[in-house]
C-alpha cells in the first residue's frame, strides 16, 4: 500500500485547510486509516482515524469539533477538513494505514499503522 497526501500549505489562523490522502496499491488490505502531526521540536502525535468499514472516527482533544475526517471509497481517499486553524496546529501532517480494522481505543496508537505517507506540511500564521 502506497500513501500520497496532498493539500498542505500556509494559512493565516481561523482559516481553513483539506487534506487529502490516496492509497494506492493493495488497498484491500486497509482497515482504518488515520492522520497524525509532528511540530517542531515535539514527538509526533496522533489527530484522527477512521475505520474503513463503517467510518467511526475517533479524534485527538485538541482538533475534536474543529477538524473533520471522512472517506471516499471508490477513490481510496481519506480527506481531513481542518477548520479554526491556530499556530499550534503548525506541523507537518502523515497520513497512516493499518491493515487492522481496529476498535476506537487503539486508533491512536501509532505503531499499528503498517503504511505511511510522505507528510504535508501545514503552516498556520498568527
Known amino acids: 500500500v502506497q500513501l500520497q497526501a496532498s493539500g498542505g500549505g500556509l494559512v493565516q489562523a481561523g482559516g481553513s485547510l483539506r487534506l487529502s490522502c490516496q492509497a494506492s496499491?493493495?488497498?484491500?488490505?486497509?482497515?482504518?486509516m488515520g492522520w497524525f502531526r509532528q511540530a517542531p521540536g515535539k514527538e509526533r502525535e496522533f489527530v484522527v482515524a477512521?475505520?474503513?468499514?463503517?467510518?467511526?472516527?475517533r479524534y485527538a482533544g485538541s482538533v475534536k469539533d474543529r477538524f473533520t475526517m471522512s472517506r471516499d471509497h471508490a477513490k481510496n481517499t481519506v480527506y481531513l477538513q481542518m477548520n479554526s486553524l491556530n499556530p499550534e496546529d503548525t506541523a507537518v501532517y502523515y497520513c497512516?494505514?493499518?491493515?487492522?480494522?481496529?476498535?476506537?481505543?487503539?486508533?491512536?496508537?501509532?505503531?499499528?499503522?503498517?503504511?505511511w505517507g510522505q507528510g504535508t506540511l501545514v503552516t498556520v500564521s498568527s
Open positions: 477512521i475505520r474503513w468499514s463503517d467510518g467511526n472516527t
Open positions: 496499491g493493495r488497498t484491500f488490505r486497509i482497515g482504518t
Open positions: 497512516a494505514a493499518s491493515e487492522s480494522s481496529m476498535i476506537i481505543g487503539s486508533m491512536a496508537s501509532s505503531n499499528r499503522y503498517h503504511y
